[in-house]
């Protein structure tokens, strides 16, 4: 599915962004019936969808969701100035093309407005982050395995050089940092959160999981928060890998408002 719409992070030309997106069986996209639809960034966001088997969107549609996976500003595979335009901008243009592209489904009447979800993983997990501070149009979100407070992040994880490079250093570039954290608004979230994270994660430390979900919940936001024991970035036993499915769906179902 190709969506276009203004860029109205930057010099309002128009932008076209590529998204993969899954049905459930029997969907007929001529004759559609709105479905229950989860927004699911990929991570990187140096990386990109393609449209190939993965087991996770199998897991959803099987359970009657569409599953939208768009190619957002600062994919790779559509030229290096569309991979390079969210350098230092985390939570702009992303954000802009992920919901046009959810606006696309709405109006095409695939997705069902009211039972909107989103999820995602690593960077997934913190553009997750940044829409729940931009909308409250999803019944309930899943940031898995993120970062949300860039400046408290810088010298945990492992990627303190690539974040040097896109942002420069913390004391010298605090409210830069702060742009780039979706902490930095997170009093705007009302959207009931399950936040994940591995226990050995170098990546994005389960310290901002924490972190963010100590933050919602302060503000009497529900959210649960998960912490695989032995865990790195990404789950590797088969039994937390299914769980954290499980996990998931059970969530979005207990936030769906067509679920008794």
């Known amino acids: ?3 276009e719409h203004d860029d109205v992070e930057g010099d309002g030309d128009p932008v076209t962004v590529e998204s993969m997106v899954y049905t459930p069986p029997g969907f007929d996209p001529a004759d559609p019936e709105p479905h229950p639809t989860v927004l699911w960034p990929h991570g990187g966001p140096m990386s990109y969808d393609d449209p190939t088997f993965r087991f996770t969107n199998t897991y959803f549609t099987s359970r009657g969701y569409i599953v939208l996976r768009p190619n957002y500003r600062g994919s790779t595979s559509y030229g290096q100035a569309f991979c390079e335009t969210l ?13 046009a592209a959810l606006d696309d489904l709405v109006g095409r009447g695939w997705a069902a407005p009211d039972r909107l979800f989103a999820t995602g993983f690593s960077y997934g997990g913190i553009s997750t982050g940044f829409l729940v501070t931009e ?17 408290s992040a810088f010298g945990t994880d492992d990627t303190h050089v690539f974040t040097e490079h896109d942002l420069g250093l913390p004391w010298e570039n605090p409210e830069l940092y702060e742009a780039n954290s979706s902490v930095t608004e997170i009093d705007q979230v009302e959207t009931p959160l399950l936040v994940t994270a591995g226990e050995n994660d170098w990546r994005c430390p389960p310290t901002q999981a924490e972190q963010l979900y100590v933050s919602v919940r302060k503000q009497g936001v529900p959210a ?5 024991q032995d865990e790195g970035h990404s789950p590797g036993d088969p039994d937390n890998a299914v769980h954290r499915l499980e996990t998931i769906v059970e969530w979005f179902e207990r936030f769906d408002p067509t679920e008794d």
């Not at 649960?224 to 695989?228: D, N, S």
């Open 87 to 99: 350098r230092g901008r985390w939570g702009s243009v992303e954000v802009v093309d992920q919901l």
């Open 1 to 3: 599915m190709r969506t």
């Open 224 to 228: 649960k928060l998960v912490v695989y």
């Open 135 to 151: 909308t409250d149009r999803f019944a309930a979100a899943a940031p898995e395995h993120g970062i949300y407070d860039r400046r």
